[in-house]
Protein backbone atom coordinates (compact mmCIF):
# COMPACT_ATOMS: atom_id res chain seq x y z
CA UNK A 1 0.00 0.00 0.00
CA UNK A 2 0.96 3.51 -1.10
CA UNK A 3 2.44 5.81 1.92
CA UNK A 4 0.05 8.36 0.11
CA UNK A 5 -3.09 6.30 0.16
CA UNK A 6 -5.74 8.10 2.17
CA UNK A 7 -5.69 4.46 4.22
CA UNK A 8 -2.33 5.83 5.33
CA UNK A 9 -3.35 8.02 7.69
CA UNK A 10 -1.31 7.60 10.68
CA UNK A 11 2.04 7.72 7.74
CA UNK A 12 4.99 8.99 9.47
CA UNK A 13 3.60 8.55 12.90
CA UNK A 14 5.22 6.59 15.75
CA UNK A 15 2.33 4.52 18.51
CA UNK A 16 3.28 2.85 21.24
CA UNK A 17 0.63 0.34 22.65
CA UNK A 18 0.95 -1.63 25.70
CA UNK A 19 -0.55 -4.94 26.25
CA UNK A 20 0.52 -5.63 22.15
CA UNK A 21 0.58 -9.58 23.00
CA UNK A 22 -3.00 -10.86 22.63
CA UNK A 23 -6.05 -9.32 22.40
CA UNK A 24 -7.14 -5.50 21.59
CA UNK A 25 -3.37 -4.65 22.21
CA UNK A 26 -2.56 -7.15 18.84
CA UNK A 27 -5.35 -5.85 17.03
CA UNK A 28 -4.46 -2.08 17.81
CA UNK A 29 -1.17 -2.88 16.75
CA UNK A 30 -1.68 -4.24 13.51
CA UNK A 31 -4.65 -1.75 12.40
CA UNK A 32 -2.11 1.24 13.55
CA UNK A 33 0.58 -0.57 11.04
CA UNK A 34 -1.67 -1.11 8.58
CA UNK A 35 -2.23 2.66 8.29
CA UNK A 36 1.28 3.47 8.41
CA UNK A 37 2.04 4.05 12.04
CA UNK A 38 5.72 2.79 13.37
CA UNK A 39 4.34 0.64 16.29
CA UNK A 40 6.61 -0.34 19.26
CA UNK A 41 3.87 -3.31 21.11
CA UNK A 42 4.97 -3.52 24.17
CA UNK A 43 4.04 -6.38 27.12
CA UNK A 44 5.09 -8.99 29.38
CA UNK A 45 5.33 -12.35 27.36
CA UNK A 46 8.19 -11.98 24.55
CA UNK A 47 6.43 -14.82 22.66
CA UNK A 48 3.06 -13.86 22.39
CA UNK A 49 4.43 -9.77 21.07
CA UNK A 50 6.87 -12.14 18.46
CA UNK A 51 4.02 -13.20 17.11
CA UNK A 52 2.21 -9.61 16.98
CA UNK A 53 5.29 -8.30 15.35
CA UNK A 54 5.43 -11.16 12.95
CA UNK A 55 1.79 -9.87 11.28
CA UNK A 56 3.19 -6.46 10.29
CA UNK A 57 6.84 -5.31 9.44
CA UNK A 58 5.89 -1.96 10.90
CA UNK A 59 6.02 -3.46 14.21
CA UNK A 60 8.88 -3.62 16.68
CA UNK A 61 8.23 -5.26 20.38
CA UNK A 62 9.59 -4.53 23.64
CA UNK A 63 9.27 -6.89 26.28
CA UNK A 64 9.17 -5.55 29.58
CA UNK A 65 6.69 -5.14 32.62
CA UNK A 66 5.43 -1.86 32.61
CA UNK A 67 5.05 -1.58 36.19
CA UNK A 68 8.75 -2.31 37.25
CA UNK A 69 10.94 0.29 38.68
CA UNK A 70 11.85 2.93 35.58
CA UNK A 71 9.70 0.75 33.03
CA UNK A 72 7.96 3.82 32.03
CA UNK A 73 10.87 6.07 31.05
CA UNK A 74 12.21 2.59 29.11
CA UNK A 75 9.21 1.81 27.36
CA UNK A 76 9.05 5.77 25.58
CA UNK A 77 12.23 5.88 25.48
CA UNK A 78 12.76 3.20 23.55
CA UNK A 79 10.21 4.92 21.02
CA UNK A 80 11.70 7.92 20.40
CA UNK A 81 15.58 6.11 20.43
CA UNK A 82 13.76 3.80 17.15
CA UNK A 83 12.04 6.63 15.74
CA UNK A 84 12.80 10.28 16.81
CA UNK A 85 9.28 10.85 18.00
CA UNK A 86 6.06 10.00 19.52
CA UNK A 87 2.50 10.49 18.27
CA UNK A 88 0.60 8.29 20.47
CA UNK A 89 0.11 6.88 23.49
CA UNK A 90 -2.43 3.71 23.84
CA UNK A 91 -2.15 2.21 27.58
CA UNK A 92 -4.24 -0.50 26.43
CA UNK A 93 -2.33 -3.34 29.37
CA UNK A 94 -5.14 -3.88 32.04
CA UNK A 95 -5.99 -6.41 34.12
CA UNK A 96 -9.59 -7.72 35.84
CA UNK A 97 -10.63 -9.56 38.46
CA UNK A 98 -13.39 -11.69 39.74
CA UNK A 99 -13.41 -10.96 43.50
CA UNK A 100 -16.44 -10.06 45.41
CA UNK A 101 -16.05 -8.24 49.05
CA UNK A 102 -16.15 -10.97 51.16
CA UNK A 103 -13.09 -12.27 49.33
CA UNK A 104 -10.99 -8.91 49.00
CA UNK A 105 -7.34 -9.40 48.83
CA UNK A 106 -4.86 -6.89 49.30
CA UNK A 107 -2.68 -7.53 46.93
CA UNK A 108 -5.20 -8.05 44.43
CA UNK A 109 -6.59 -4.53 44.73
CA UNK A 110 -2.60 -3.38 45.04
CA UNK A 111 -1.81 -5.03 41.88
CA UNK A 112 -5.33 -3.84 40.28
CA UNK A 113 -4.48 -0.53 40.89
CA UNK A 114 -0.81 -0.65 39.80
CA UNK A 115 -1.33 -2.04 36.58
CA UNK A 116 -4.55 -0.03 35.15
CA UNK A 117 -3.93 3.34 36.86
CA UNK A 118 -0.59 3.79 38.18
CA UNK A 119 1.46 2.05 34.92
CA UNK A 120 -0.84 4.40 32.26
CA UNK A 121 -0.46 7.09 34.80
CA UNK A 122 3.57 6.85 34.37
CA UNK A 123 3.86 6.32 30.94
CA UNK A 124 1.57 9.24 30.14
CA UNK A 125 4.01 11.43 32.26
CA UNK A 126 6.94 9.91 30.60
CA UNK A 127 5.09 10.43 26.90
CA UNK A 128 3.78 13.81 27.43
CA UNK A 129 7.16 16.25 26.30
CA UNK A 130 7.15 14.37 23.13
CA UNK A 131 3.17 14.16 22.87
CA UNK A 132 3.46 17.94 23.24
CA UNK A 133 5.84 18.49 20.31
CA UNK A 134 3.67 16.12 18.16
CA UNK A 135 0.41 17.48 19.42
CA UNK A 136 0.04 13.97 19.92
CA UNK A 137 -2.46 11.60 21.74
CA UNK A 138 -3.19 9.54 24.63
CA UNK A 139 -6.31 6.93 24.20
CA UNK A 140 -7.05 4.88 27.60
CA UNK A 141 -8.92 1.78 27.66
CA UNK A 142 -11.53 1.77 30.10
CA UNK A 143 -14.75 -1.06 30.46
CA UNK A 144 -18.37 -0.38 30.19
CA UNK A 145 -17.66 -0.95 33.72
CA UNK A 146 -15.53 2.14 34.37
CA UNK A 147 -19.54 3.77 34.91
CA UNK A 148 -21.50 1.04 35.20
CA UNK A 149 -21.89 -0.97 38.44
CA UNK A 150 -20.28 -4.45 38.33
CA UNK A 151 -21.25 -7.31 41.32
CA UNK A 152 -17.90 -9.08 42.26
CA UNK A 153 -16.01 -6.53 40.71
CA UNK A 154 -15.84 -3.63 42.22
CA UNK A 155 -12.22 -3.12 42.52
CA UNK A 156 -11.61 -3.39 38.84
CA UNK A 157 -14.36 -0.81 37.80
CA UNK A 158 -12.98 1.30 40.44
CA UNK A 159 -9.93 1.35 38.25
CA UNK A 160 -11.64 2.00 35.13
CA UNK A 161 -13.55 4.60 36.75
CA UNK A 162 -10.27 6.12 37.79
CA UNK A 163 -9.04 5.74 34.14
CA UNK A 164 -11.92 7.49 32.90
CA UNK A 165 -11.51 10.55 35.57
CA UNK A 166 -7.72 10.53 34.44
CA UNK A 167 -8.46 10.82 30.73
CA UNK A 168 -11.24 13.90 31.42
CA UNK A 169 -8.78 15.40 34.05
CA UNK A 170 -5.90 14.82 31.30
CA UNK A 171 -7.75 16.56 28.40
CA UNK A 172 -8.58 19.76 30.42
CA UNK A 173 -5.33 19.81 31.62
CA UNK A 174 -2.97 19.19 28.66
CA UNK A 175 -5.85 21.08 25.72
CA UNK A 176 -3.63 24.34 25.80
CA UNK A 177 -0.79 22.53 24.19
CA UNK A 178 -2.34 21.08 21.62
CA UNK A 179 -2.50 17.06 23.57
CA UNK A 180 -5.69 15.62 22.90
CA UNK A 181 -6.72 12.69 25.84
CA UNK A 182 -9.63 10.28 25.20
CA UNK A 183 -10.70 6.61 25.82
CA UNK A 184 -12.86 3.62 24.48
CA UNK A 185 -14.33 1.88 26.79
CA UNK A 186 -15.39 -1.83 25.45
CA UNK A 187 -18.07 -3.93 26.86
CA UNK A 188 -17.40 -8.05 26.81
CA UNK A 189 -14.85 -8.41 24.02
CA UNK A 190 -13.78 -12.06 23.23
CA UNK A 191 -10.16 -12.41 23.93
CA UNK A 192 -8.15 -14.06 26.70
CA UNK A 193 -8.71 -11.78 29.22
CA UNK A 194 -10.39 -13.84 31.55
CA UNK A 195 -8.89 -17.12 30.75
CA UNK A 196 -5.96 -14.51 32.78
CA UNK A 197 -8.33 -13.30 35.45
CA UNK A 198 -8.68 -16.94 36.49
CA UNK A 199 -11.39 -18.26 34.77
CA UNK A 200 -11.72 -22.18 33.09
CA UNK A 201 -12.56 -21.86 29.17
CA UNK A 202 -15.73 -23.31 29.52
CA UNK A 203 -16.36 -20.09 32.37
CA UNK A 204 -15.59 -17.96 30.23
CA UNK A 205 -17.43 -19.45 27.45
CA UNK A 206 -20.17 -18.99 30.54
CA UNK A 207 -19.85 -15.58 30.80
CA UNK A 208 -20.07 -14.65 26.99
CA UNK A 209 -23.02 -16.60 26.70
CA UNK A 210 -24.48 -14.93 29.55
CA UNK A 211 -22.95 -11.43 28.23
CA UNK A 212 -24.42 -12.02 25.56
CA UNK A 213 -28.20 -12.59 25.98
CA UNK A 214 -27.82 -9.09 27.96
CA UNK A 215 -26.48 -7.18 25.35
CA UNK A 216 -29.07 -5.37 23.34
CA UNK A 217 -27.29 -5.69 19.78
CA UNK A 218 -26.90 -9.72 21.31
CA UNK A 219 -22.92 -9.61 19.88
CA UNK A 220 -19.88 -10.21 21.91
CA UNK A 221 -17.35 -7.75 19.91
CA UNK A 222 -14.20 -8.73 18.38
CA UNK A 223 -11.00 -7.33 19.51
CA UNK A 224 -10.54 -5.91 15.56
CA UNK A 225 -14.16 -3.79 16.30
CA UNK A 226 -12.27 -2.08 19.21
CA UNK A 227 -8.97 -1.02 17.40
CA UNK A 228 -11.43 0.51 14.83
CA UNK A 229 -12.35 3.15 17.13
CA UNK A 230 -8.94 3.35 18.96
CA UNK A 231 -7.71 4.11 15.51
CA UNK A 232 -10.66 6.94 15.19
CA UNK A 233 -10.15 9.18 17.86
CA UNK A 234 -6.38 8.77 17.09
CA UNK A 235 -6.98 10.39 13.68
CA UNK A 236 -5.41 13.58 13.11
CA UNK A 237 -8.78 14.52 11.30
CA UNK A 238 -10.74 14.26 14.86
CA UNK A 239 -9.02 17.42 16.47
CA UNK A 240 -11.68 18.50 17.85
CA UNK A 241 -12.30 15.51 20.13
CA UNK A 242 -11.04 15.56 23.44
CA UNK A 243 -11.88 14.09 26.65
CA UNK A 244 -14.56 11.88 25.28
CA UNK A 245 -15.03 8.25 26.87
CA UNK A 246 -16.31 6.61 23.89
CA UNK A 247 -18.28 3.29 25.02
CA UNK A 248 -18.09 0.54 22.45
CA UNK A 249 -20.83 -2.31 24.32
CA UNK A 250 -23.85 -2.99 21.64
CA UNK A 251 -26.35 -0.86 24.08
CA UNK A 252 -25.16 -2.71 27.44
CA UNK A 253 -24.70 0.22 29.59
CA UNK A 254 -28.25 1.70 28.65
CA UNK A 255 -29.92 -1.03 30.31
Known sequence: MSVNSPDQIFAGQVVIVT???????????VAFAEAGARVLGVGRREALLKETAAAHAGIDILAIDICGDGAPARVVGAAVERWGRLDHLINNA???AVMPLAEADKQTIVDLLALNVVAPSLLAHEALPHLRRTSGSIINLSSTYGHRPMAGGAHYSATKAAVEQMTRSWALELAGDGVRVNSVAPGPTRTDVMLHAGLTPEGAEGVYAYERDRIPTHHIASADEIAHWILRLADPAGRHATGQVITVDGGLELI
Open 94 to 96: GAT
Open 19 to 29: GAGTGIGRATA
